[in-house]
């Protein structure tokens, strides 16, 4: 049976007053919003990172994202049509990072601008009408880089913590079990080093599952903590060394637990590692990926059998995991108009949301603003259809020479298109043969896309060469 999945391209969108040239394959631009008066860092920088909310009660899908000064709440609900619902302080100006987690019907929002900064939790029960803020205050945090929330066990992990006293926690975990009085309940300490130094000093962020976290230590690599006694962490293991190692900066794991995917921010270029963790205390490397030599992966996520990465200057990538042994992207979205090539600095795609119910995904970039896409069956899995048996394309794999026969009742021609799996166009014709040669040979990797297109139907496949 063959497998179909339709690949829909953005090529060029003019949405408000600001001309975003997008490019895209697999994703599908549903709305756009950017607010290009509000201050700038650095003359560039508007947004960091966002989260998403979605109200099952109301069918209501919403996005939290901060911006340099404030914390706006947009209603998404209609995919194609983004709102702006309410804009709070975010109590600290200028800022270039805050990060968000949802618990219940309450986001939690912490900032990171090493001056100061509280954590403040809004009511969002009240959405879209407002937006209530029931908790803010410095003395659980001072100023944080980043939080995560395990909903199961109600806790509230907050990474380089940092105190009134001038203290700063690695880590630091709070009960959120009454969510408008958070309650701190433990903290994590660095092993000791054989020369009796810390491993570490901070923690850029951590993933939480089932009592056990998994903590990036920057430079030091990941260290993976038995949290069940909040009191008294366990360490189980450690990741320092791996290839393309660097500035180890978040993970995330698919639904058994037993995979992981981390990214390394500094230097650029480094690869996404893909780790089996079915012995926790014996991590094994399995493989690494990437989209384009020199672009910077930020933070991915492990959806389903896909890996959702906020890329920077690339913008989103999608990337199917299905076979650890065999990764490649499915699906790309640049929201920045720069080359995908240019990749100077730390500009682009902050965050992405790949949660919603309703499929959609939201990106934020830091200059761009929020983007709404739609993926198609490439992501959401590849669509069966059993009446499609008019073209056939063999062997596959090949050694580069493949055939395409188009078995027809009636004469049409046939439009095709090779691209690379970064969706770059290598090849476009159109022929009238119901018999055709491709050679791959001409073409540098191991994997494309074919895209064929009659009249009635667009059907694409993906095709290896074998060197």
């Known amino acids: 049976m063959k497998k179909l999945f339709i690949v829909i391209a953005v090529l060029f969108v003019s949405i408000s007053n600001n001309l975003v040239v997008a490019q895209g394959l697999g994703l599908t631009l549903l709305d756009h919003w950017n607010d290009t008066s509000l201050h700038k860092n650095d003359g560039y920088q508007i947004w960091n990172d966002l989260t998403g909310y979605s109200d099952i009660q109301k069918q209501k899908e919403y996005v939290i994202a901060g911006s340099t000064d404030s914390i706006y709440f947009f209603d998404i609900s209609k995919g194609t049509s983004i ?40 009511d969002l029960q009240y959405l879209p009408d407002s937006v209530k803020l029931v908790y803010e205050s410095d003395s659980l945090a001072h100023n944080t880089h980043s939080i995560f929330i395990d909903s199961v066990s109600s806790r509230l992990y907050m990474c380089t913590n940092r105190h009134n006293n001038g203290e700063v926690s690695p880590v630091d975990i709070v009960s959120i079990a009454n969510p408008e009085a958070p309650l701190k309940i433990g903290s994590i300490s660095a092993p000791r080093l054989p020369d009796g130094s810390a491993a570490f000093k901070t923690i850029h962020e951590l993933y939480a599952r089932n009592d056990t976290i998994y903590c990036s230590a920057e430079y030091a690599g990941l260290y993976i903590y038995d949290v069940v006694d909040a009191s008294q962490p366990q360490l189980i293991s450690t990741i320092s060394q791996y290839p393309q190692n660097g500035y180890n900066h978040s993970s995330s794991l698919d639904k058994t637990g037993k995979k992981m995917i981390f990214t390394d921010e500094i230097p650029a270029g480094l690869s996404i590692k893909y780790y089996d963790i079915t012995d926790i205390k014996n991590p094994k490397l399995v493989n690494t990926f990437q989209s384009n030599p020199g672009a910077t992966a930020h933070n991915a996520w492990y959806v389903g059998n896909f890996a959702y990465v906020s890329y920077y200057h690339d913008g989103i990538y999608v990337f199917d995991l299905t076979n650890p042994n065999n990764i490649y992207p499915v699906a790309y979205f640049h929201s920045s108009a720069w080359p995908p090539d240019s990749y100077e600095g730390y500009k682009g795609c902050w965050g992405v949301h790949p949660y919603f119910n309703s499929g959609n995904i939201a990106i934020l970039d830091m200059g761009e603003g929020l983007f709404v896409l739609k993926p198609d069956s490439t992501i959401t899995g590849l669509k069966e259809i059993n009446n ?33 799996i970064t969706g770059k166009c290598l090849l476009q014709k159109q022929v009238f ?3 055709f040669e491709l050679d791959l040979s001409a073409f540098t990797g191991t994997q494309f896309i074919l895209k064929l297109k009659n009249q009635n139907q667009i059907e694409v496949r993906k095709l290896i060469k074998i060197q």
């Open 433 to 435: 043969q119901t018999t």
């Open 83 to 122: 709102r702006l619902a309410a804009v709070k302080y975010g109590a600290c100006t200028n800022m270039v990072n805050r990060d968000f987690e949802c618990y219940s019907h309450y986001v939690y929002c912490v900032s990171d601008n090493k001056n100061h900064g509280k954590l403040q939790i809004f």
């Open 388 to 420: 499609l048996k008019e073209i056939l394309v063999y062997p596959n794999p090949s050694n580069g020479l493949v055939q395409i026969h188009c078995n027809f009742s009636t004469p049409q021609p046939i439009a095709f298109s090779l691209y690379d």
